[in-house]
């Protein structure tokens, strides 16, 4: 409503029309200002009609919401009942991947095991059995890490022995 009384106010000065609370009937002094009137009779018709559109687009998009609600709910479980989210389910107990047994989060739950199956290739390519830690992800990473900074220092000091006995005394 206050919205309706600023436009109205710039529409026309306060001096020469006066508008009813009921905003349906403006009283003007002259056929000028009667035409302007007109024209505000419109914006304010259309601002009437935008409430009322406004009003149907909120219903509508909880009706949106409550259909994509019931589709997200059929695809979870159709995700749950497939082969796929049991084979997701069993590699996550296999690997100790905590998730929430009530509402899984498929997509986060697939990213973790597919982190910890490479954390797992990582480890086969430097020869550490993965099962030796217990399935902590982060100690078989810090293995990982001293493994790669232990093989830089040895080629940086493989390349030191190297250049030393290359050079040449004067």
């Known amino acids: 409503m206050k919205n309706l009384k600023y436009l109205t106010g710039l529409l026309f000065p ?11 009937e403006v009283l003007c002094m002259n056929k000028q200002e009667a035409e ?16 009322n559109m406004v009003e149907n687009i909120i219903e509508e998009g ?3 919401k409550e259909c994509f609600s019931r589709i997200a709910k059929l695809v979870y479980n159709d995700k749950l009942n497939s082969s ?3 084979e997701l389910l069993l590699k996550a107990k ?23 199956e490479e954390v797992i290739a990582r480890a086969a390519v430097y020869g550490i059995d993965w099962k030796n830690f217990g399935y902590d992800i982060m100690a078989i990473e810090d293995e990982i890490n001293n493994i790669e ?18 050079l040449v005394r004067a």
């Open 84 to 86: 796929e989210g049991q």
């Open 62 to 64: 909880n009706a949106i």
């Open 36 to 51: 302007s009137v007109e024209r505000a009779k419109a914006v304010l018709n259309s601002i009437y009609g935008q409430s």
């Open 14 to 24: 306060p001096f020469c029309c006066k508008i009813e609370e009921n905003y349906s």
């Open 149 to 166: 900074i232990a093989e830089s220092n040895y080629i940086i000091e493989a390349r030191k022995d190297y250049y030393s006995s290359r």
């Open 94 to 116: 296999e690997y100790n991947i905590p998730y929430d047994e009530e509402n899984v989060d498929w997509l986060k739950l697939s990213d973790d095991i597919q982190n910890y």
